[in-house]
């Protein structure tokens, strides 16, 4: 499986980009598909997941009601739209995925499998 993100770049607060991961070798609906970030000088975090072939979803905190993570399995591409950025949302973004994960352990990045290369969100003030 291969996985490829992009979307990024410099965006001003406020602003809605939507990042894409496409996602090659296998189809994006079988896996628990997950975004994660990481800004300059901090350890990479859990953004969102998308359960494999189901509808749960899950936050964190600081994004919820702002993000939103999707899969559309014609274009095999998951999505991570993002609403209403600020300053510090800036960072690289990941996709990732995952075979099976536990339910409650989605937003843990030790368990996913495959990982993209990550674009970079700056969101200026």
């Known amino acids: 499986v291969q996985l490829q993100a992009s979307g990024g770049g410099l965006v001003q607060a406020g602003d809605s980009p939507r990042l894409s991961c496409v996602v090659s070798?296998?189809?994006?609906?079988?896996?628990?598909m997950g975004w994660f970030r990481q800004a300059p000088g901090k350890e990479r975090e859990f953004v969102a997941a998308?359960?494999?072939?189901?509808?749960?979803?899950i936050y964190r905190d600081s994004v919820r009601g702002r993000f939103t993570i999707s899969k559309d399995k014609d274009k095999n591409t998951v999505y991570l739209q993002m609403n209403n950025l600020k300053p510090e949302d800036t960072g690289v973004y990941y996709c990732?995925?995952?075979?099976?994960?536990?339910?409650?352990?989605?937003?843990?990045?030790?368990?996913?499998?495959?990982w993209g290369q990550g674009t970079l969100v700056t969101v200026s003030s």
């Open positions: 990732a995925a995952a075979n099976w994960i536990v339910e409650g352990l989605w937003d843990l990045a030790r368990e996913y499998n495959y």
């Open positions: 070798g296998r189809t994006a609906s079988g896996y628990v």
């Open positions: 998308k359960s494999a072939w189901g509808g749960t979803t």
